[in-house]
C-alpha cells in the first residue's frame, strides 16, 4: 500500500469530491452568518442531524434579490469544493432560494421593512390642486400613454405634459427611471407620474431597486407612482407622495374634474348674484332712506327756516324801535311842559317842606308865649323838656313876656 501525504489525501479528496458532486441542490437552515468586508458571503447550512459549510462569492452575492438572514429556510445550488490546507469541505453556492416564500416576494418585504425603519414612506409633499404642467414617466409607444392623455383630456384640459420616455421593464429599466426622475426634478414640473401597465412581480421590479426608491425619495418634486393594476403594490407607491392603483386613475386624482368644476362656478355665480342683489337691495332702501332723511332736514330747508326766522327777529326789532322812537319822539316834541311839570313837582315838595319847618319854628318862637296859658320854664338859665324829669325841691323860673316868676318843685304828677 502506498503511503501518501496529508497534502496527497486532501488533494485526491478534492478530486473526487468535486468531479462527483459537480452541481448540487441541498435544503436547509442558516445558521453562523457572517456578510464579509469583501463581499463574500460565509455561514452554515444545517438540519437536525448535520451541517454543511457554506460559501458565496461576491459575484453571486450581487445577483440576490433579498438579503440571507441568520436562521433563513434557504434552498442553495452549487458545487462541493474542498479547501486542502486545512482539508475542509463547503458548498461553493451558486443560487440560493427562501424556502416557502418566492425570492422576490422575500426581497420586497426585506426592502419594504427597511425603508419603514429609515422613514422613507413618511413626510409626503402636497400635490397641487390645479397642476399646470406634469411630466409623464413612462414608454411613450405603450397603451398606457395614451389611456392617460385621453382620461386627462376629458377631466383636464388646462395642464401641459412633458412625456420622457423611460424604460419599464427588463435591462436597463432601473436606471432609466432613476435617470428620468432626476432630469424631470430640474426642469419644473409641478408634478412628475411615473406609469406603466399591469404585470408579474419579475416585470414590475424595476420599481421595487433601490436606485429606483432613493431616485423618489430625494426628488423636490411631488411624484406619484401609477405602477400596473390596482392589486399590485410596488415600493415606488409607498415612497411616492401618492399611490394611484391605475395610470388613469393617477390622472383622475391628479387632475381637477372640469364639470365639477363648471357646475360648482356656476353655482357660486348664481350665490354670488343673490347676495349681490339682496347687497343692492339692502343699500338702495338705505340711499332711500338717506334721502328721505336729507329731505326733511335739508341744507335749504334749514335756511329756509332761518331765513324765515331772521325776517321775524326783523320785524320783530323794527317795531321795537319805532315804540322807542315814538316815545322819544313825544319826549322830544313837548320838553317844556316836561321841564315845567318836574319844576312844579320840586316846588311842591320844597313847599311842603318848607310848611313843616315854619310850623316847628313857629312852636318854638317867644311870640307865641304871649298866647294865654303859654310860659317858658327854666333850671339853672336852661329850658326844662319835660317837667315830669324835674326833682322835688328844683328852683325855677317861670317867663313870659310879662314877668319872670322863681318857684320851687313840690310835687310833680304825671300826666
Known sequence: MQTL???????????????????????GEVSNFTHHS???????????????????????????????????????????????PRGEYQLNCAKAYPNGIGELTLAYEQLKESYA?????????????????????????GAVLHDMLRVAQKRWNLVEFVVLNTLVQGDGATESIARNIAVA????????VLARGGGSLEDLWAFNEPLVI?????????????IGHEPDVVLSDFVADLRAPTPSAAMEQLLPDQNEWLMLLDSTQERLSKLLNGILQSKA?????????????????????????????????EQKIEHILALNAIKLQTPNAQIHLKMEQTLAKFRTKLESLKMQLEVKNPNNYQRAG??????????????????????????????????????????
Not at 463581499?39 to 438540519?47: A, E, I, P, S, V
Not at 461576491?58 to 458545487?79: D, P, V
Not at 397642476?131 to 411613450?140: F, G, R
Not at 432613493?214 to 401609477?226: G, H
Open 285 to 317: 332702501m338705505q340711499i332711500r332712506n338717506f334721502k328721505k332723511s336729507l329731505d326733511e332736514n335739508s341744507f335749504f330747508k334749514k335756511l329756509s327756516l332761518l331765513n324765515a326766522e331772521c325776517q321775524s327777529q326783523r320785524v320783530f326789532l
Open 5 to 27: 501525504s496529508v497534502s496527497e489525501v486532501n488533494a485526491q479528496i478534492k478530486g473526487l469530491l468535486e468531479a462527483t458532486f459537480i452541481q448540487v441542490r441541498v435544503s
Open 374 to 415: 303859654y310860659v317858658c320854664v327854666l333850671s339853672g338859665g336852661k329850658k326844662i323838656k319835660k317837667l315830669s324829669e324835674v326833682p322835688l325841691g328844683t328852683l325855677l323860673e317861670l317867663q313870659d313876656k310879662s314877668a319872670v316868676v322863681r318857684t320851687e318843685v313840690k310835687e310833680v304828677r304825671k300826666c
Open 214 to 226: 432613493e431616485a423618489i425619495f430625494n426628488a423636490e418634486t411631488p411624484i406619484v407612482s401609477a
Open 185 to 192: 426634478d430640474t426642469l419644473g414640473f409641478d408634478c412628475i
Open 117 to 141: 425603519a429609515k422613514g422613507y414612506f413618511a413626510n409626503k409633499k402636497p400635490l397641487p390642486k390645479f397642476p399646470k404642467k406634469i411630466a409623464l414617466l413612462t414608454s411613450s409607444t
Open 38 to 84: 469583501s463581499g463574500h458571503l460565509y455561514f452554515t447550512l444545517k438540519d437536525k442531524e448535520s451541517t454543511l459549510k457554506c460559501v458565496m462569492f461576491r459575484g453571486n452575492a450581487i445577483k440576490l434579490k433579498f438579503q440571507i438572514q441568520e436562521g433563513m429556510e434557504l434552498t442553495l445550488e452549487g458545487a462541493i469544493s474542498v479547501y486542502v
